[in-house]
C-alpha cells in the first residue's frame, strides 16, 4: 500500500498542479510582484502566517478528495497509475503519439483526462474558498507562498506554527 501511495501521491499531485495550468488558473498563474526577502518577512504579520497555514491545511485536505476521485477515474478507466504517470509526461512533452502504450491505453488515458479536466473548475472553486475562508485572499496567500519558498525566515514561522 506504501508504494502505491506514493505512486499516486507523484501522479495526482502533479497532475493537480497541471490541471491548474493547464486551464490557466490564477490560483497558479496569477503574476505576483516580487519583493526581496528581508520586505517580504517584514509584511507578513503571525495573523497572516496563521491564517496562511489554516488555509494550506484545508487545501491538503482537498488535494487528498481530488487525488482520490481521480484515483476512482483511473481505476473505471483501467489505466494504471504507472501507464498514466508515462503517457501524461509524454502529453506534456506534445508526443502522446509517440508514447509506448496500446491505442486502448491512450484512448482511456484520453477519456482520464477529459475527465478530470471536468472536475477543475469544482477543485479551483474549492480551493478559493479554501484560501477566503477565514478572510485571507488569494493573492496574499499567493504572496505568502511565494515569500515560503525564497525566505527561509518565513519557512522557519510558517514551519513552526505547523508543528514541523
Known amino acids: 500500500m506504501n508504494i502505491f501511495h506514493k505512486l499516486k501521491v507523484t501522479a495526482v499531485a502533479g497532475l493537480v ?14 503574476a505576483t510582484p516580487q519583493k526581496a526577502p528581508q520586505q517580504q518577512t517584514q509584511a507578513i504579520s503571525d495573523q497572516d502566517i496563521k491564517l496562511f497555514v489554516d488555509a494550506s491545511t484545508r487545501l491538503m485536505e482537498l488535494q487528498q478528495e481530488s487525488e482520490k476521485a481521480m484515483l476512482v477515474i483511473l481505476e473505471e478507466e483501467k489505466l494504471s497509475v504507472d501507464k498514466f504517470n508515462a503517457l501524461a509526461q509524454a502529453h506534456q512533452q ?3 503519439a509517440e508514447a509506448e502504450g496500446t491505442a486502448a491505453e ?5 477519456k482520464a483526462i477529459g475527465r478530470m479536466m471536468e472536475m477543475q473548475p469544482d477543485i ?9 475562508k477565514d478572510g485571507m485572499t488569494v493573492e ?3 504572496q505568502i507562498m511565494l515569500a515560503y519558498q ?7 514561522k510558517i514551519q513552526k506554527l505547523m508543528g514541523l
Do not use: C, H
Open 17 to 30: 498542479v497541471g490541471l491548474v495550468s493547464i486551464s490557466g488558473s490564477a490560483l497558479a498563474q496569477q
Open 150 to 156: 525564497q525566505d527561509p525566515a518565513v519557512q522557519a
Open 94 to 96: 506534445q508526443k502522446l
Open 140 to 142: 496574499r496567500y499567493e
Open 106 to 110: 491512450k484512448a482511456a488515458f484520453n
Open 124 to 132: 479551483e472553486k474549492n480551493m478559493q474558498t479554501a484560501i477566503q
